[in-house]
């Protein structure tokens, strides 16, 4: 394929409008009669940016996926991280989770269909993740499974795919993923911006573009629910399945005509971002969250910010919160004395004392990392990765070093957040209460964990406007 040029938003504008009522119909007669219960394995907190009332596991041992499947909801997550993991970990953790999942499943009498929940800018252990659930459960359970289907569509973030190409929303223009920043990742950048191509260009040529099946939005918009089912039932051999969208309605008309084919014995696994698990999972549009519902009544005002992602569009959020009309203190977290011996350990030491100063004084800490990135002089992308984890060891650090109660904790970016959520608050389960701005969801962390019943905001790096990190801050601090 030539190179590709962005588009103008308003071509998502230009699609026919289906019959919705319609849609919710039959999407509702399906979702009634569906049988599996929807686990979206989550390689970084970000996944539940589109859904509440859900529940989000940090492990997954027998006994806590047994407990998911036990759920009334049709959806549950379970939190890997694996996007921090090294290759070798994120096999030893997906054979794991396959493993434990079928027994948790066999115990409850329950079937699930998987879905492996990623970046919407196409970042991620791919096609390892999957890859391997699939060798793995095929082998456990002696089912084949029929086909993979790839769904990056994510429109609370801006990412949409049109006639096969993935595109990323900037300002008034629909950005090629491949020509974005996202797509020059140093762990894992990729070029092709047509999913085919990029499936092509991911599995080393194992899966040819030209031989994938593809689900177009002619065919969404046109509610053709019989011909998308029948797409369906011919895939085999693990081919992949590319679902465009321009909207929600699409997925919508996409996941009638899936759990159709499920019912009539195929078998698929879902490598999608945030927009189809809530589809499948049936979770209803909910209002975006108060400061009520955040802080409530008796808790403390000032709060923590901790920043590790380096996107253009955080660094741009952080000058816009360096503008911000409440009180707050901001603290640069130097990542780079990760080059010198025992650096990270100090600073994170020095930095914690001066949070927590500024909570004690009723000022919230902003905690940014360093804005020039620590790029190591290397081609080796798991040496890479490996620093990034132990700079986000560092950075979490802050958090777990707290001995003053905050009145809500924001983290900004994958690899960070999810350490936040797991290593330093302990969270065992939580419970998704919603999302304060589209795509930025809000755990309320259990009675487990460090700071019980504290909102955390899971604010990631590629989501909002210039000035919606602000914003939060500002409606958090009243």
Sequence with gaps: MGALQPLDVSILETYPRPDQALIDRLLADELARAGQKMVALDDDPTGVQTVHDVSVYTDWLVETLANGLGEDNRLFFVLTNSR???????????????????????????????????????????????????????????????GEVICPFFKEGGRFTLDDVHYVKEGSRLVPAGETEFARDKTFGYRASHLGEWVEEKTGGAYRARDMVSISLDALRATAVDAIEAQLLAVEHFNKIIVNAADTCDIQVFAIALLRAL??????????????????????????????????????????????SHVNRTTRQLEELRRCGSPIELIEFNQHLALVKGGLIGETARVTGLAEAAL??????????????????????????????????????????????????????GITSSDVGVKALRVRRAIVLGQVRPGIPVWLTGPESK????????????????????????????
């Design 360 to 413: 004690q004084r009723g000022v919230s800490a902003v905690v940014y990392t360093r804005r020039e990135r620590l790029d190591l002089d290397t081609e080796d992308k798991e040496r890479q990765l490996m620093i990034a984890v132990e700079i986000a060891d560092a950075l979490t650090g802050v958090i777990s070093g707290l001995a003053v109660r905050p009145g809500f904790i924001i983290a900004k970016g």
């Design 263 to 308: 019912r009539r014995g195929k078998h698929f696994i879902l490598r999608s971002a945030a927009g189809l698990p809530r589809v499948l999972g049936g979770v209803t549009e909910r209002p975006l969250l108060s400061r009520r519902e955040l802080v409530g009544d008796g808790q403390p005002r000032a709060g923590v910010v901790l920043i590790g």
């Design 84 to 146: 921090g993991f090294t290759q070798a970990q994120t096999v030893e953790a997906h054979r794991e989770i396959a493993r434990n999942l079928v027994t948790a499943a066999r115990r409850c009498g329950k079937d699930f269909l998987l879905i492996s929940r990623s970046d919407s800018t196409l970042r991620g252990h791919y096609p390892l993740e999957t890859q391997t659930l699939k060798e793995e459960l095929e082998a456990l359970t002696g089912v084949a499974f029929d």
């Design 451 to 478: 700071f019980p019943g504290m909102a955390y905001i899971i604010f990631p790096g590629n989501v909002g406007e210039d000035t919606t990190l602000r914003e939060v801050v500002e409606m958090l601090l009243g």
